[in-house]
């Protein structure tokens, strides 16, 4: 039976997680926001650091992905393991500043993608590897399916061939996990992934992009151009197969969306906590014990943005905690994504309506910037509510568009 009650013997990690976001990321955070594309060096003390983690089996507050080992595949009954102890950490890791946990070396999307997919032998090469990931193109977005970079095998080598954007550290990153088409007459199920490691000739990054938010983090358009890419950096099974579609690549998803789902839930408590200390400086008493309509409005304005970060923390701690017990858990990631996404980016806007604080004295201001991507990538608000749908109504892609 699930609980979730926070278990104690994440308390420790938890509580590492809150210093360093309290001590080493709220310090520097409006530093790299208004220092835009330039790469915090005060991470790579604390990077080291969370390797250590990750190595040890502890986990840490990054994008690392999660892999089981055969004893945990046959261990029975309730487990709290890296999903969760990962979601809790990056909850704490968001209250400090989510564009610097994006920034994180070596904990980018491309290593979840590695971590979670990956063989044995391809876990052990690309250790200690910071890798990015891939997908989007300028021809779609949320749909994943219609990825037209191509890969052709040319005798030990894959060549590639297209355009990404939106690539979260791009330009910072050791390699890139690149979705492409092994045969686009086949669709979703042709779709692999591939390490591209920099350096690799016809591999470019064309340029930078200015964002709204999450500023401290690269976001950058990559080019391959007649790329060739070892065969063996493809990850998983080469074989395309029709029947499985392409659930191989998408698995990553089922670990990364309660991720963002986390990150979500970090900003959030930090704009919760803030608007708080405002309201309660001005004289605005938030209580508990009595209802809300028979309260300050600004405080039952509170209480309610409480109330729906709490229904989102919930789910995501779900979907992780599935994970974890080797439960099916693409329905409730989606359904934390989606739920946490939206939430956060109301409650962001909501809070510097409330406190007024529109000008860059206050963090809330940056919070609110950097709200909207989590609502954005990792699948957007409208893909989230089709996945919901789809699994709940049994039907598949073809059926419910």
Known sequence: MI?????????????????????VFRPISRKYDRAEHTYPTELDMFAALLDGLNSSGEGGAGAAGVRRSVSEKEEK???????????????????GDVGLLLSMPRQGLGNAAISSVATDEQLERFSGMWAAMAITE???GSDSAAVSTTARLDGDHYVLNGEKIFVTSGERADAVVVWATLDKSKG??????????????????????HKLGIRASDTAVLRFENCRVPRENLLGTPEIDTKKGFAGVMQTFDNTRPLVAAMAIGVARAALDETRRILTSAGITIDYDRPANSQHAAAAEFLRLEADYESAYLLTLESAWMADNRQ??????SMAKAKAG???????LKCVELTGAYSEESLLEKWARDAKILDIFEGTQQIQQLIVARRILGKTSAELK
């Open 77 to 95: 009954g309730n487990r709290n393991g890296a999903n969760l102890n990962v979601v809790l950490g990056t909850i704490e890791m968001c209250w």
């Open 342 to 348: 939206r939430s956060v980016v109301e409650i962001a």
């Open 138 to 140: 300028p021809g779609f």
């Open 328 to 333: 099916p858990n693409s329905l409730q990631a």
């Open 188 to 209: 979703r199920a042709a779709i692999k992934s591939f390490v591209v490691e920099k350096g690799t000739p016809g591999f470019e990054v064309v340029r930078t992009e």
């Open 3 to 23: 609980n979730l009650e926070v278990p104690k013997k994440a308390g420790a990690l938890i509580n590492q997680a809150y210093q360093a976001a309290a001590e």
